[in-house]
Each structure stands twice: as structure tokens, then as C-alpha cells.
């Protein structure tokens, strides 16, 4: 899953793909790169952003979905939004995924408008909102309270009658979780297989890599490189990234490694 973040205060790349043609022009390079999903947004989730109000937000994506839609026919488009509205926008300008971070939570129409329009969508666990969710977190199981809201997500959802099987699940690195949490997360990611759906991952260039590396949020590919790695031999489905590039060539190894037999000793 590559980013397209079309906004002007992204942690990683904010103001580079604001404009339609620039997004349209960063699509262009992830699919090239080997992008399996796009995942466009308009509102930076980053620690403590403060909202994007709705038409401004909509004003932001809406023109890039038609663009990449129009020149990129067939590359499924995820819309990163906790917003109904801009949601059903994006579905109408041609994206097909809901990617939300609230977890289908934030707003109660979401919901109806992932069963309405039969989407898959990713539930996303994060504590509190963007713009407090990293004021002293706190978990006492941080494993256990990821599951318990897993399962709290898939019984409300597929009673409201969403389609188990279109439902991605994603543990949320860096939105409302302390260092060692986001290490735990990954150390025990195998932990959220067994609720069986599909995993979402997405560590790229967040700040846990910088305090592991010490390198600003522009050098952290490499380091996210070792996060993906590790999540992919845990089992991880998507891995969304910045570097789509690394993440592929990356993936190419690790599949051809496990691929081959090694000699027979005895």
C-alpha cells in the first residue's frame, strides 16, 4: 500500500502532493514501484494535528481520486478518512477501499455507508484522537486491549451487517502508543492472526524508527525497511509505506529466500 498524502502538514512529505497533478504524478511512481493499493488522504493524522474541516478535506482528495482514478483505471484506492462524508465522496469519485482510523467509530454513518456500498474497510485500533493520542498513553495489557477491541469491532460491525470477509485489521503502530508498546505490537503481531483477517501494518518512517535510528522522518526508510521485513515474516498481509521501491525489492528477497530448499545434510 503506497501514501498519497494530500496535505500541506504530513509528517514525512507534507505540501508535496497537495496540488492533483503532484498526487497524480506520486501515484504514477508508486504503482511503477510496484503499489498493490494507493491509500489517499487529506487530514494528517500525525501527533497532535488538529482537524481538517470537512470541505476542506474534501476539496483536497476528490480532485485527486478522479485524476488517479481517470489515469490509473484498475490500482485499488483506499480513502484514509474517519469521515462519512468524505468517505462516500471518495467511493463516488472511484476509490474502493475505507480506510479509517477511528475503526468505524467516530462517525456512526460509516458504518452504513461500508454496508451499503459492500467496500472493504480497515479497522484501525488507535486510543484517543489524533491530537491527544500521544499525551502520556497508557496500557496495562497493550496485547490484550488491542485484541479485546478487535473482537469488539468485528461483532458490531458484522452485526450491523458487514461482510466479515471485508474487514482488515490494523493494530495502529504510533497512533496512541508509547515506544515500547509499538515494539510489542510488532514483536507480537502473530498474536492478532488467530482473529482471522487480514493484518495491516503500517510503521513507516514513524517516529519509533527515528528513536531507534536516530534519522529525521526523511531518512527512515531503511529503518522502516527492518520493521516491514519483520512484519512480513510475522505473517503481516498489507504493509502500507512511503518507499514502495525498498519495500518491494525488500519483499523480493525474503520470498525468494523462503522460496528455495538449502542443501540436505544426512
Known amino acids: 500500500m503506497g ?113 451499503e456500498r459492500e467496500v472493504p474497510v480497515v479497522v484501525m485500533h488507535m486510543k484517543g484522537r489524533p491530537r491527544d493520542m500521544q499525551l502520556s498513553p497508557h496500557y496495562d495489557d497493550v496485547l490484550g486491549e488491542i485484541e479485546a477491541f478487535f473482537k469488539e469491532r468485528l461483532e458490531t460491525l458484522t452485526t450491523s451487517g458487514i461482510d466479515l470477509e471485508k474487514i482488515i485489521l490494523d493494530p495502529g503502530i504510533g497512533f496512541g502508543k508509547r515506544f515500547e508498546d509499538n515494539l510489542t505490537i510488532l514483536r507480537e503481531l502473530k498474536r492478532f492472526l488467530r482473529l482471522g483477517r487480514p493484518l495491516l501494518v503500517g510503521p513507516s518512517r514513524k517516529a519509533f524508527i527515528g528513536q531507534i535510528t536516530g534519522r529525521p522522518p526523511e531518512e527512515r526508510d531503511a529503518g522502516t525497511m527492518g520493521a516491514v521485513a519483520w512484519s512480513v515474516l510475522q505473517g503481516a498481509h498489507i504493509l502500507r509505506v512511503h518507499n514502495v521501491a525498498m519495500a518491494r525489492d525488500l519483499l523480493a528477497v525474503i520470498q525468494t529466500i523462503s522460496a528455495r530448499k538449502g542443501p540436505s545434510y544426512g
Open 3 to 115: 501514501v498519497v498524502n494530500v496535505t500541506p502538514d504530513s509528517f514525512s512529505d507534507g505540501g508535496k502532493y497537495l496540488q492533483p497533478q503532484s498526487a497524480l504524478e506520486q501515484a504514477k511512481r508508486l504503482v511503477a514501484a510496484g503499489a498493490d493499493i494507493l491509500d489517499i488522504g487529506g487530514e494528517s493524522t500525525r501527533p497532535f494535528a488538529d482537524p481538517v474541516p470537512l470541505e476542506e478535506e474534501l476539496t483536497r482528495v476528490i480532485p485527486a481520486i478522479v485524476l488517479i482514478r481517470q489515469h490509473l483505471p484498475h490500482i485499488p484506492i483506499s480513502i484514509d478518512t474517519y469521515k462519512a462524508q468524505v468517505a462516500e465522496a471518495a467511493l463516488d469519485a472511484g476509490a474502493d477501499i475505507i480506510n479509517d482510523i477511528s475503526g468505524l467509530r467516530f462517525e456512526p454513518e460509516m458504518i452504513s455507508l461500508a454496508r
